[in-house]
């Protein structure tokens, strides 16, 4: 468990990241090259294949008008479900709308790519390999 510390009126975390996740999304499918309507396809064909419902209530699938709410920053009533984020992320290969509920609690809390992941376990590994070193040498001197 992690001690409290003071924070400074910045370093407040904010739980509301709702429009900001929009804005990340809204970006996410501009910069993919495919219209909002091919978005909604494959968001669609991808929630298929791995059993997950979009939408809430009778909703079949995810309409181009929910996409357009969930992708609209004043629309606070329409966010997509955790489901639904984890798919959008999967389909645009694109962290960065999680990243942005990761680092909302203000803990240092990230989402990191495969890439990241080897980085911290090499540097993880090289800490401990000079922490092993030094304790060989503390154990070599007493000997």
Do not use: Y
């Not at 900001?20 to 996410?28: F, G, H, L, P, Q």
């Not at 298929?48 to 992708?71: I, M, N």
């Not at 966010?79 to 389909?91: E, G, Q, T």
């Amino acid at each position: 468990m992690t001690t409290a510390r003071r924070r400074s009126l910045l370093d407040l975390p904010s739980l509301n990241v709702d429009a900001d996740i929009a804005v990340s999304m809204a970006r996410i499918v501009e910069a993919s090259g495919l219209s909002r309507a091919e978005a909604v396809d494959r968001l669609n064909e991808t929630a298929r294949r791995f059993g997950v419902r979009l939408c809430g209530g009778s909703a079949e699938a995810l309409t181009l008008a929910t996409l357009e709410k969930w992708l609209n920053p004043n629309e606070p009533k329409n966010v997509p479900s955790l489901r639904a984020l984890n798919i959008f992320c999967h389909v645009f290969q694109a962290p960065a709308p999680l990243d942005l509920l990761a680092r909302s609690h203000g803990l240092g809390w990230r989402v990191i790519d495969g890439e990241d992941a080897k980085l911290l376990e090499w540097a993880r590994t090289e800490r401990e390999i000079r922490n092993l070193r030094a304790k060989k040498r503390r154990l070599e001197s007493g000997l």
